[in-house]
Structure formats: C-alpha cells, structure tokens
C-alpha cells in the first residue's frame, strides 16, 4: 500500500481546475476500509434487528409498540442526516465523523441493555441519532479525499457494501438471535464500531475547520419537525390511521408548514443549515429528484420480492435475504462497470439515462410476474432492475458532490442522502397501500367472508400464517399477493419514467480531477 503526501483537489467551482493543495491520509485504504466498516453499521443494523424483532417482542413485552422500534430509528436518522452534513462543513469533516460513531456505539450498547420496549424505543432513537452522520459522513469525507473523476472506481465498494448488507443482514440477525441472543444483535455494531473509530482517528488527517457562525437552531428545529411529520404521515398513514384521519391531517399539516416555514428563514439565516443556493445547479436538483425516486423504487422492491417469492413460489423466509441475489448482484456489477467506465473517460450522463431505461422495463416485468411465473423468470427480471439501480445509487451522489462547491459538500453529500431516505418512505407508503389494498379486494373477491377475515389485520402473512389457512384461502391469498405485486410494481415504473425525464436534462460537466492528478491515482 503506498503512503502518499498527494495533492487533494479544490473543487470550488464545478468544472474548473484545481487549484487548492490539502493533504490526503498517508493510508488512503486503510481510510477507505473503515469509511466501509461505518456504512456498512448504518445499513445493516435495522435488517439484523428485524429478524430479531419477534424474539425480542417475546422477552420484553410491548407488542402494541414493536414498529416504534424501527420507526424511531428512521425517525432519527433522517432528521439527523443533513444536521450532521451541515455540521461537517462546518466544525471539520473527522471530529464530525466520530461524533456520530461514538453516538451510534452508544445508542447500540444502551439497545443491548434495554429492559423493556420503551427503554428500547428511546436507545433505538440514540442510535438513529448517530446512524445519521454515518452515511453521511461516509460520502463526504470521500468526497474531501477522492476528486470526482478517481472516485467512480469506489463504486463498486459502495455497492458491494449494501449488497452484502441486504443480503447477509437477515441471515447474521437469525444466527446471532439464535445463538447468542438478540442483545447481541446490538452488541455486534461495537467491536465493528471500535475498529472504525480506532482507524479513522489514527489515519485519517484533514484540515481542521471553525466556523465563526453560530448553529442555525430554529432552521435545525423547523426542518426536523418537517421531516418527522413526513415520515410519520408515510409510516401510520393506511396502517395505523386512515389517510383521511384527522391525525394524518394534522400531521401533513404541520409537516407543510414547518417546511414552508424552513424554505423561508434558510434564505434569512446567516449559516443555513441547507444552504437553498446548492439548488441553483441543475444538476444538483436533477440528482435529488433521481435519489428520491432511485430510494422510492428500491425499498418498495425489496420490500415486496421477498414477500412474493414467500407466499407465491414457496421460497423459504429463512433466507428473504438471498432472494434478492439476482437483483443485488446485478446492481453491484453494473455498479462497478459504470464506475470504471467514468473513471476512464470522464463522462456519465449516459448512466442515469441507462439506469432510468433499465429501471422502468425492470419494474414493467416484475409487473407481469403471476402464480405460475418462475424463479428463474422471476431472477431475471430482478436483475434487468438491479442494472438500472446499479447505474443510478452511486453515479447520483458523484454528480451532486461534483455541482457544488467544496465548502457545501457535507450538505450535498446529505442532501443527496436525504431525498433518498424520503424516497424510501414514500415508496413504501404509497406502494404498501396500493399492495394492501389490491390484496383485500382479491381475497374478498375470491374467498368472500373468509378472504376479508384472513386480511382485515394484515394483508401481509408470515409463511407459518400461510401454513395453517385452508387450500382455498391459501390459493385465494397467492392470486391476491400476485395482483398486489402487479399494481405496486406497475406503479413503480410510471414513478420511474421520471427518472428518465430528469436524465435526459442532466448537463454533463467535467468531472474534477481528472488524469492530470497521476500522483492521487498512484496513491490509491
């Protein structure tokens, strides 16, 4: 591994040459290692813990407040997220970076030790808090080490990072559950953890910063209380309240005027906690419309795969996890490629408008997908939608990153991640209630009295559930899953095209950073 003292790029003005000299780690991968070990604590926590969701219910009690376990979570995390990008830029990208380590050790060994389901809910929300600057800090300090042109070759270990996460987050949270209890499903982030802290404190140098402005509180207050409601509304709305329900509406309300609220004084306040100039770039914008619909499209698809592979085509829930293989592995593959490809000649507009393509014909096929469709069809219509994701997950935060100035990459890097994680709860929201839906008309229409009862708790049953109804509710649950997935993903890909719309208008600007540097790309 070769130590290096290189010149790091000033990317101050999209498309212009580098002009300012800051000093890389002497250790670039050694760096670059425990940035992965980081994000890979953010993306794998909440899937370990699913899995242990149940044990967890059996010895602690609480079952009327379980989704408050993973609602809080994600409460945190996205309103923690672009606070601690902000931040970044402000106070310095490493003291930031191991704040939100420490904060997520911290909530995790606090979960570990919970003894009943509030105490777990309030520690979940600890670790959110930190989960929060994971991510974030992750992309932000690449962004401060890699110039945009290097950092495509990174790609692959982003998205193999998620990939294994996705995949191997069920199957590590069922071992550990059953073999060592599900406190160590908490207890495992902290050796992960330490080994992260202790390698970026050693390696990791960069400049320090100190901000003279003083922490813009009330946009931090308005612009939390706005993302809160937002998730709210997208978790309870259908399942715990009506969409019509004067909660809801209270809470679109609020969450409306918060933002409103927020949009008004980032133009008044003297360090914004989301600076609205970034949005000036058209690129900036097209890359968080694309996020958000990238995260939209996603989750709902790893949401409802597993569930239509389960009820449909008998698959094991055991190993949900390895079901999506086909589309992970596409996505990571394609991840690479691309990567390469725009380390290489410096171009990249050609992925989003691949991906967009991808991601619609992707979706339209799973759409097609009935009682009588294969696994092997199934897999292969999986992987045609994990080449668009792959063309997509990395290449959005590159172009962010490389449209704003090197002073707000914190907040873009953030930003970015944002859209994307509001994406994920709209998708989920919006396709969950149109699966749901779709799932009780069916049964009702073909199992009548029977059907209704079966699905007037959930329309969503565990393979044991499965199990035990009779042959003509089980046949009549497996047509109506089918027709769920068939609307849900068929309202993916309409919700996709937009992705190809954003694409086709996205101006591709050098990317900074290029072959002129040889000595960073020597030392990576």
């Not at 974030?136 to 692959?156: H, N, S």
């Not at 998708?427 to 699966?435: D, P, T, Y």
Request: hydrophobic share 50%; glycine share 12%; charged share 10%.
């Amino acid at each position: 591994m070769a130590d290096t003292q290189a010149v790091a790029t000033d990317r101050g003005t999209p498309g212009q040459p580098d002009t300012s000299q800051e000093k890389q780690p002497k250790s670039v991968r050694v760096v670059l290692l425990a940035l992965m070990i980081a994000m890979m604590l953010a993306m794998l926590d909440n899937m370990i813990v699913g899995t242990a969701m149940p044990t967890i219910v059996g010895e602690l009690g609480g079952l009327e407040h379980l989704s408050w376990v993973v609602t809080g979570y994600t409460l945190a995390t996205a309103a923690a997220t672009p606070v601690w990008g902000k931040l970044g830029d402000m106070f310095g990208r490493k003291a930031t970076f191991l704040s939100s380590i420490v904060i997520f050790l911290i909530g995790s060994a606090l979960s570990g030790m919970a003894q009943d389901m509030g105490q777990l809910i309030g520690f979940r929300a600890v670790q959110g808090l930190g989960a929060g600057g994971l991510m974030v800090g992750v992309m932000a300090i690449i962004g401060d080490l890699i110039p945009p042109r290097e950092r495509g070759k990174y790609q692959g270990m982003m998205a193999g990072v998620m990939a294994l996460a996705m995949i191997g987050g069920p199957l590590v949270g069922g071992t550990i559950t059953d073999n060592w209890g599900w406190r160590w499903s908490f207890y495992i982030n902290l050796p992960l953890g330490a080994v992260a802290l202790a390698l970026v404190s050693a390696v990791l140098h960069l400049p320090k910063k100190r901000s003279k402005a003083g922490i813009d509180y009330l946009g931090v207050v308005l612009l939390t209380v706005g993302i809160t409601s937002i998730v709210l509304v997208t978790t309870w709305g259908g399942t715990e309240y009506a969409w019509t329900s004067a909660r809801i509406m209270e809470l679109i309300g609020i969450g409306v005027a918060a933002l409103v609220g927020f949009v008004f004084w980032q133009t008044r306040a003297a360090e914004p906690v989301l600076p609205l100039h970034i949005f000036r770039s058209g690129n900036f914008t097209l890359m968080s419309v694309i996020g958000f619909i990238t995260g939209f499209v996603m989750f709902g698809a790893t949401l409802f795969l597993p569930l239509y592979q389960q009820a449909v085509q008998g698959a094991s829930a055991t190993n949900s996890g390895l079901l999506l293989l086909p589309m992970l592995g596409a996505m990571l593959v394609t991840s690479m490629v691309a990567g390469r490809i725009t380390t290489n000649s410096g171009r990249y507009k050609v992925f989003p408008i691949m991906g967009g393509v991808l991601m619609v014909v992707g979706l339209y096929l799973l759409s097609l997908m009935d009682t009588g469709t294969t696994r092997l069809t199934s897999g292969i219509y999986m992987a045609v939608l994990g080449a668009g994701m792959g063309c997509l997950m990395q290449i959005t935060m590159l172009v962010a990153q490389n449209s704003v100035e090197m002073k707000d990459m914190g907040v873009a890097s953030s930003s970015t991640t944002l859209f994307r994680t509001l994406g994920s709860s709209f998708g989920v929201a919006v396709m969950g209630a149109l699966f749901n839906h779709r799932v009780q008309d069916v049964m009702a229409e073909k199992a009548g009295a029977l059907g209704s009862k079966v699905t007037e708790r959930s329309a969503q049953l565990d393979a044991a559930s499965l199990a035990k109804l009779p042959v003509q509710a089980r046949e009549a649950y497996q047509h109506a899953v089918s027709a769920g997935t068939h609307s849900a993903f068929l309202l993916g890909a309409v919700i996709a095209v937009l992705v190809l719309i954003a694409a086709l208008f996205v101006k591709e600007v050098p990317l900074k950073g290029g072959p002129q540097k040889p000595e960073v790309t020597e030392a990576l």
